[in-house]
């Protein structure tokens, strides 16, 4: 694909503040933006061209997406596959349907890493708490039940421990009856993730990794650079090469890792858009993950992922937003808030990032 000339309209399915912040992105490069999305006034129609008030798989909001829009992107992994495929049609997608599809399910996703010969937790597929016991006869006592679409945030997940016992009985119907994987429960070091991009032309970046800390499943900081050596940080950036390669992806792709004792890694997921764990980008890096995807699906030269600063981005969730005035008289730090008018508990509000040391 030639680059967009500038003007052009690039649409995002997906109204939220990942939408928000690549919207803004393009805006800096002169192109205009259109969001599709059920919710009026979503964060990124706040800061878009447009919103078409629909649901994803509304047919005719597609299409009129796909006429007024000259590229089409996301902003999260469980936009319908069918949708993508629609306006792919007429219009180029990227990342394509197919990164997607084996985003969308934890046991295509973990499959297909695997095929590219990345490391995951064992897994299997679960049907009925029989499974489920001989899942975990197989795996020692210990893992992790998961719901197999539609998870986020650590919602629809039991962690099962020898040592704590709880029942069997009755889990799968306690996550909805819906088809579930049963993952071994690593014993990580740590967890990092990456946030890497390819161009059309087969040109890749990467940003360096981070270590990322949860709290109730939710991201809560990251923290750049990461504790951990040269080798393992190559060996995470080489995985998310493999893994846009193999899919032969344009634009940014987060790969999120555990670090494993003896420095080696294991794939946890991989989300096929910007990542919350890249927010520190736009703060400590000249051209932040959002540029970076507007800039390969644009078809524009890839930017330097170089960081000059070392810093720590940490989420604002539900009252931490109240936090906000008393943040900003913080020399070097860069806060953004989404625009969400109601902080309800566990609802992302707003990000900062301490930029901690100039490298
Ligand atoms: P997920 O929603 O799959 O990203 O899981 C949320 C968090 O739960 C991860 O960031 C880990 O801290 C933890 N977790 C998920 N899967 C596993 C696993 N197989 N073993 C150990 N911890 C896990």
Known sequence: MASLPIGSTIGIIGGGQLGRMLAMAAARFGFKTIILEPQVDCPAAQVANRQIVAAYDDEAALSELARDCAVVTY????????????VAKSTPVFPSARALEVSQDRLTEKTFINSVGLKTAAFRPIDSDGDLEAGLAAFGGNGVLKTRRLGYDGKGQIVFRQSSKTPVSGSCASLGSVPLILESLVDFEREISIIAARAEDGSLAAFDPAENVHRKGILHSSTVPAAISE??????????????????????????????????????????????????TEAACAISQFEQHIRAIAGLPMGDCARHSDCVMENLIGNDVERAAELLAEPGLVLHLYGKTEARSGRKMGHFTRLTRRC
């Open 75 to 86: 902003e999260f992994e469980n936009v319908p596959v069918l949708a993508a495929e629609r």
């Open 231 to 280: 080798r393992t940080a190559a060996a995470a950036r080489s995985a998310a090469f493999a893994i846009l390669r193999a899919l032969g992806y344009v634009g940014v792709i987060g790969v999120e890792f555990f670090v494993l004792r003896d420095g080696g890694l294991a794939i946890n997921e991989i989300a096929p858009r910007v990542h919350n764990s890249g927010h520190w």
